[in-house]
């Protein structure tokens, strides 16, 4: 059934934690894994927040450099604006079912995508295994990430 | 599209999903489930008598939503299915495929 060209796994790197950034991350991650594609995460730089436990619950949309928005620069950076963007978009969210972030990570891991967190990060950020998210699977170099890439029909993406 | 399976005539849309429930019945599961290398255990039973309903009653489906189902988890459920769950198990029950992204 399966044809030589057809996606058997995607590797997906995560350096941003604005919250449209991480829920797209998510949904081509899970959407692998519903079509019976394999699915793994590397979580780098700003990423990071998205697996930080005290961090992964209080992500945010930005208001400043996101011209979609199609809000004046200098409003996007009022105090509060951010907020209320933030609560609205997730509003919006629940109500196409969307998960909340907390909810989501775990959907990730019962669905068997590999979470991996961003050795040089974590050490540039001074995390530990233990702030961050319980059932990530586990620390690695980017050298580690590039071999749980090989193979046909892998495909990488940064967001 | 018409497909014979399990001694019977039924009728299936490009990507293999029953267009007419009515046409639906244990032997015709049992053959989709070989097609999908899945072997049936009550288990999978319950999960299918579960779906059916969930449609029945208009219920978008979902990963999610399968996850607060009170019958079975999300692990379970790619336990039991293991390759693309929703759609297999959507497909074997003779239901139409969720249009769901999440």
Known sequence: M???ESIKKMMIILSKATLENVYAAFVLANGARMEGIEA???????GLEAVHRKKLDHL???TVGN??????TLLGGLPGVESLATHMMKKEMEKVDMPGIPEFLDILTASG???????????????????????LDGVLTVGDFYKRSSGEGVHMLFI | ????????????????????????NEQVAEALALEAEVSLTPRHWEVLKYLQNEQKNQVALSIRRIGKSGLLDIKEFYQLFP?????????????PKPASCI
């Open chain 1, 67 to 72: 011209p979609a928005m199609h809000m004046p």
């Open chain 1, 40 to 46: 793994e995460m590397f979580f780098t730089f700003f």
């Open chain 1, 60 to 62: 945010h949309v930005a």
């Open chain 1, 2 to 4: 399966k044809s030589v």
């Open chain 2, 1 to 24: 599209m018409e497909k014979t399976i399990a001694g019977k005539q039924i009728t299936v849309n490009e990507e293999g999903y029953l267009t007419d429930f009515n046409q639906w």
């Open chain 1, 113 to 135: 995508v590999k979470l991996w967190a961003c050795k040089l990060a974590m050490d540039m950020f001074h995390y530990k295994k233990q702030d961050l998210y319980e059932d």
């Open chain 2, 83 to 95: 390759v693309a769950p929703l759609k297999t198990a959507t497909k074997i029950a003779g239901i």
